[in-house]
């Protein structure tokens, strides 16, 4: 039963306009998340995280929000580049392992 | 500073053959992970280690699995016997600090296993 769950296989926009991925985990007790960004043949790579004591968090072009009620977050992209074109997958911590969502693949349209 | 790295890239086997995956971690990073990634599917956790020892093995799929790390340093995941529903991209990831969980995890590139 996944715990993770990213729902949206795919995604497109067009550069310069606002990419939107979202998540949901079912489990209340996690109480760190982050996204990881995956090019082709290549490993994934550390975006940006939360903890669950915040409700946003800000790197540059990125933010993720976490909404604890609702058990959901997302990770917005403003503006989305053309180079942000990968596969995103969305992690809550366990203890130590990370627990993955299915990953959601970006398409930022020049 | 060099990345995680993994040994060898793809490999093609058939069922019921050995295979071994090597991953070298960042070096001086204590935890060492494994992870899959069956076609399309989340990366899955199969096992960590803390320097040597097995912390946390929840994650292996049956015994036909069997990890190591001889030394803390590098680490090898063996299949034996292989069979279809391993295939899969392995990964094998590395953080700092023993006892800090909140320590980044560093991927590796990724092994891809194909058993035909």
């Known amino acids: 039963d996944q715990q993770v769950k990213q729902n949206s296989p795919s995604l497109s926009v067009q550069e310069g306009r606002i990419s939107i991925l979202n998540c949901d985990y079912t489990n209340s007790m996690f109480d760190y998340f982050l996204w990881y960004k995956k090019y082709p043949a290549e490993g994934p790579t550390f975006l940006i995280s939360i903890s669950s004591i915040k409700d946003k968090n800000e790197d540059g072009r990125f933010t993720v929000f976490l909404n604890k009620s609702a058990k959901h977050l997302s990770l917005h992209i403003v503006p989305s580049q053309p180079g942000d074109s990968a596969v995103y997958f969305c992690a809550a911590k366990g203890t130590y392992k990370y627990i993955f969502g299915t990953g959601t693949r970006l398409k930022v349209l020049a | 500073e060099a990345g995680v790295t993994q040994f060898p890239s793809h490999s093609v086997i058939e069922k019921g053959q050995t295979v071994t995956l090597r991953c070298d971690p960042i070096s001086g990073h204590d935890n060492l992970y494994w992870y899959r990634r069956v076609m399309g599917k989340e990366i899955k956790f199969l096992l960590h280690?803390?320097?040597?020892?097995?912390?946390?093995e929840s994650g292996m799929p049956n015994n036909r699995f069997l990890a190591e790390r001889t030394g803390g340093t590098y680490s090898t995941l063996k299949v034996q016997p292989a069979e279809l529903e391993d295939s899969g991209v392995y990964f094998c990831?590395?953080?700092?600090?023993?006892?800090?969980?909140?320590?980044?995890?560093?991927f590796g590139p990724g092994t891809r296993l194909t058993v035909l």
């Open positions: 280690f803390v320097k040597e020892s097995k912390q946390d």
């Open positions: 990831a590395s953080s700092q600090v023993e006892g800090d969980p909140y320590n980044e995890q560093f």
